[in-house]
């Protein structure tokens, strides 16, 4: 497996599937250029894993082979969305690294994009660190390192890490990448936008490309634009996603916002429900709930809340949708004493990050302890991040909490950033401003 196809999480408010991807530098694409054929690697993927397996139960102290199907555990994982393979992936890279302990960097980083997959912040920013030790020169190691940091919440010292790297004349996709999610959460959207653009030109550019990561730079682009109340960017992109690799669970979710975000409840269903069959996460299926629900459909909607109750209980793998869960109960005021522990669970694992931040406050305010809730949402807007959603939270808990003015100045804002950035709580923020 060339780096090439290695990934690292969002994020942020993107899901465990949401990984970075790790590439080369590329040189620029021509100012005007076509996209070089797509190569769906992913459906040889199963023949190359076993012809790996084969390779490594042959030769088991070969530590690249067995670092290499590692690579190509996660890589699966992304494709179809098999926890196993993670686990699988995560151990294989422990014993590659047990053979060769010195200079094995990309073992190092097979490792670390393992233990993010599972919430292991703090473990796998560890292996990153030592892979960038290893290999100083290593572009793509301190990129990940600077996204582990901001899944942590130490957004200055991400900014500190992504300041080390050269701007070289060759492109980086992966830091590229990177350095966009630190503009959005910091409130430069528009140049996260650009950043991701520039980054899809080169990888759009390149056959040797896999098709999930094509499509991954895809989605982001819609997530962007869809902050940005760029609808018609959004579809553009998540067409394009889906054009590249159509089992994109991630891409299919985010659309399915979308189409919810704009009432369109057919569509949404449609996309929730074929992402939930290939994922099923507590948000997306609360994305297939809300749709039943528009269209009429109420016992569907009820079958599909006991299953997000389900996956609480057994689903939940080393609690990696906590966040998801705690969002889920808290918009819809149900089970709020298991989405306060949800929230809490994130928290410890990140600390003060935005969107742990964000999840914690929302859960307090909706239980009514919104002073508690104010010191929490105050930390997730710190930055400015154009997300309308945090925007919004903010604003209803500055109300509750005797600053009025403020907190409609801020639910106005939300919607000049996006006026439809959520079907319930964009219509909440308008009659709060008409009874202000």
Do not use: C
């Not at 199963?46 to 084969?54: A, H, I, N, P």
């Not at 990050?353 to 302890?369: F, K, N, P, Q, S």
Request: charged share 25%; net charge neutral.
């Amino acid at each position: 497996m060339t780096a090439r196809s290695l990934a690292a999480i969002m994020a942020g408010a993107v899901t465990a599937l949401a990984l970075w991807p790790v590439l080369g530098a590329h040189r620029a694409p021509a100012a005007s250029f076509t996209p070089a054929p797509l190569v769906r690697d992913y459906e040889s993927r199963d023949r190359l894993v076993s012809f790996y397996e084969r390779q490594v139960r042959a030769h088991p102290d070969d530590q690249i082979e067995m670092r290499m199907l590692a690579g190509l555990y996660l890589q699966r994982f992304r494709e179809q969305s098999d926890l196993s393979d993670v686990t699988r992936a995560e151990r294989l890279a422990e014993r590659s690294i047990q053979l060769q302990p010195q200079g094995n960097t990309a073992g190092q980083m097979t490792l670390a994009a393992a233990l993010l997959t599972y919430h292991h912040f703090r473990k796998a920013l560890v292996h990153e660190r030592a892979a960038w030790e290893g290999e100083p020169s290593n572009a793509n190691a301190l990129a990940q390192i600077a996204s582990l940091e901001m899944e942590l919440g130490e957004y200055s010292r991400a900014d500190t890490t992504l300041a080390r790297i050269p701007r070289a004349p060759a492109e980086n996709p992966t830091v590229d990448s990177v350095r966009a999610r630190l503009d959005e959460l910091t409130g430069h959207l528009d140049h996260a936008r650009a950043l991701i653009a520039t980054a899809i030109r080169s990888i759009d550019s390149d056959v040797s490309i896999p098709a999930y990561t094509r499509s991954w730079f895809h989605m982001r682009a819609g997530q962007l634009a869809f902050e940005a109340g760029d609808f018609g960017a959004a579809q553009r992109e998540y067409d394009l996603a889906l054009a590249d690799f159509p089992n994109n669970a991630m891409a299919l979710m985010w659309q399915a916002r979308l189409y919810r975000a704009q009432q369109r409840w057919h569509a949404a269903l449609a996309a929730a429900s074929r992402s939930a069959q290939l994922y099923p996460l507590p948000q997306v299926l609360g994305y297939e709930a809300d749709a039943q629900r528009a269209l009429g459909e109420r016992d569907a909607a009820a079958q599909t809340d006991a299953l997000i109750d389900a996956e609480q209980r057994l689903f939940n793998t080393q609690g990696i949708n906590d966040r998801l869960l705690a969002n889920y109960y808290a918009q819809r005021r149900v089970h709020l004493g298991a989405a306060l522990r949800a929230a809490r669970s994130d928290y410890a694992k990140r600390g003060d990050e935005i969107y742990a931040d964000d999840t914690l406050g929302w859960v307090l305010a909706r239980m009514g302890r919104w002073r508690d809730a104010r010191s929490y949402t105050e930390r997730a807007v710190r930055y400015g991040t154009q997300d309308a959603e945090i925007q919004y939270h903010a604003g209803i808990v500055e109300i509750h909490t005797g600053d009025a003015a403020r907190g409609r100045a801020r639910l106005r804002a939300a919607l000049r950033m996006n006026p439809a950035f959520d079907p319930f709580e964009a219509a909440d923020a308008r009659a709060e401003l008409a009874h202000g």
